[in-house]
């Protein structure tokens, strides 16, 4: 008899009772238990303990890229737990699984500047240790005051102390009084509310360069060691850089001898339809951050990646520092590493990127073509299969539907009754697509009419308590 059986209490009540969950209203949680238990996947759909099975149009959290119910993944991660579970990587030690995957993704898939690989098992960890790294490149070149890391409003970089200082997002610093002091932010280049009127998306580009360096100079340039930005930012809701942004930056990057940190946590692996960002935009980064798409977050993984001209810096002997005293206990877990050769496998298998690039073109296509001239629809925007509509109140003047209505957790609502999961947010009337790279043109064209249902039954809340009215 399980434990469960002899309490004679339910999963729902369990989950109540032990667990405090991530990005949860805790006492909600405690009010109504867990929102579903999850059971089972297959492909882009999910089924819970109830039987009730969704579309899940955001791969879950932007990362399982192969879809649900892979089981050369599963058979991967078996071999690997019954052969060699794990011995850890510290001081030198290796294992196959590990060197396998840091090869195949340094010769031929990583931009060829790219040097070594340090693994981890999370995003933030690894961008934890991509400011380590940052930081370690400038002690040993001499310049120890270079410490302060620049970030941009709205990205998100994680949870760890530094990880949620990083990201640009209000709520994740007011209860925890973060942002540590070494961090700044910079704007959030999002052209279809920040560009003023007449202004070309280069000219808006230059705008914020110029702003980047004014901030800089401000600081002072020695004291500052890199800059961190997402390629197509995840948490503001698929905002891409526009025209010319991330050669602007850089200009002003090399300026001032800052450091580049490419966070391709959700881009990496095929959601925009390349393999990564920085190779979509033109991006040189230093240090690269990996996660999700790696292991199709069948297991825990992430990676820093250490360009050669960090390495050459940081590989140089230092007597008074005799190792690179970091490194987490999973890095390099063998059945994680396993998984990730299995999916990279399915990448190339299955042709997974270039089916993101066309899909999610055909896909973005699609909702300006079926709900571009919603009176609601403000922007229909992102690359690949990372995709996001915003509302506005009204079109033309781009007036923001009030935000204390929370419209994007209510869009989120209404589609779950269509057994479409989406994605709400904070702080903006957005909701986002990013679903595994598996997807097909028809189960698009599904998800698009279920969360048509869904944007016009909150167009029909908005309208019958007088709250909104379309223009004619
Ligand atoms: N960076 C980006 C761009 C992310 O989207 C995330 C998570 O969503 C992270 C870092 C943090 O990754 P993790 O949740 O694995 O710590």
Redesign the pocket.
């Known amino acids: 008899m399980t434990d469960q059986a002899a309490r004679n209490v339910s999963l729902e009540q369990m989950d109540t009772d032990t667990t405090l969950h991530a990005y949860t209203a805790l006492d909600e949680h405690l009010k109504n238990g867990p929102e579903r238990i999850i059971a089972s996947g297959n492909g882009i759909y999910i089924t819970d303990t109830q039987g009730r099975t969704y579309i899940d149009s955001m791969a879950s959290?932007?990362c399982v890229n192969v879809g649900y119910g892979r089981s050369e993944v599963a058979d991967a991660i078996s071999e690997q737990a019954h052969k060699m579970a794990y011995f850890h990587t510290f001081c030198g030690n290796a294992n196959e699984p590990q060197i396998l995957l840091a090869d195949r993704l340094l010769n031929g898939l990583l931009p060829q500047n790219m040097s070594k690989i340090l693994f981890a098992s999370?995003?933030?960890?690894a961008?934890d240790a991509n400011v380590k790294l940052a930081w370690n490149y400038q002690i040993f070149r001499g310049k120890p005051k270079k410490r302060k890391i620049i970030a941009r409003e709205g990205g998100?970089?994680?949870?760890t102390v530094m990880?949620a200082s990083l990201s640009g997002l209000p709520i994740m610093h007011q209860a925890f009084g973060l942002p540590l002091d070494c961090v700044i932010h910079t704007d959030k280049p999002h052209y279809f509310w920040g560009g003023n009127p007449g202004e070309s998306e280069l000219d808006y580009s230059k705008r914020l360069a110029k702003n980047l360096d004014e901030l800089i100079q401000r600081e002072d340039p020695e004291t500052v060691c890199a800059f961190i930005a997402?390629p197509v930012m995840?948490?503001a809701a698929a905002v891409c850089p526009p025209e010319g942004y991330f050669q602007e930056i850089q200009k002003v990057l090399d300026k001032h001898d800052v450091l580049f940190i490419a966070?391709e946590?959700?881009t990496g692996f095929g959601r925009l339809g390349a393999w990564f960002g920085s190779e979509l935009y033109g991006i040189e980064p230093d240090l690269m951050?990996l996660?999700?798409g790696i292991t199709s977050a069948y297991m825990p993984s992430?990676a820093s990646v250490v360009s050669k001209k960090v390495w050459d810096v940081i590989s140089a002997t230092h007597p008074e520092m005799p190792m690179f005293a970091s490194g987490s206990t999973a890095a390099g877990h063998p059945i994680a590493c396993a998984a990730a050769l299995a999916c990279l496998d399915i990448y190339e298998n299955e042709n997974l990127i270039n089916n993101a690039k066309v899909v999610g073109k055909y896909f973005k296509d699609q909702l300006n073509e079926r709900i571009g001239d919603h009176p609601l629809m403000g922007e229909v925007r992102g690359e690949g299969l990372m995709l996001a509509v915003e509302l506005v109140a009204d079109k033309d003047t781009k007036e923001v539907l009030n935000l204390e209505w929370d419209c994007s957790h209510r869009l989120f609502d209404l589609c779950l009754e269509e057994m479409l999961i989406t994605r709400g947010f904070f702080g903006h009337n957005s909701s986002s697509f990013a679903p595994p790279l598996t997807i097909t043109t028809s189960e698009v064209d599904d998800i698009i009419g279920r969360f048509e249902k869904g944007l016009n039954k909150l167009a029909d809340e908005l309208v019958a308590d007088g709250r909104w009215k379309p223009k004619n």
């Open positions: 959290l932007f999370s995003g933030s960890e961008n998100y970089h994680g949870v990880g997402e995840g948490a966070d946590v959700i951050t996660s999700k992430s």
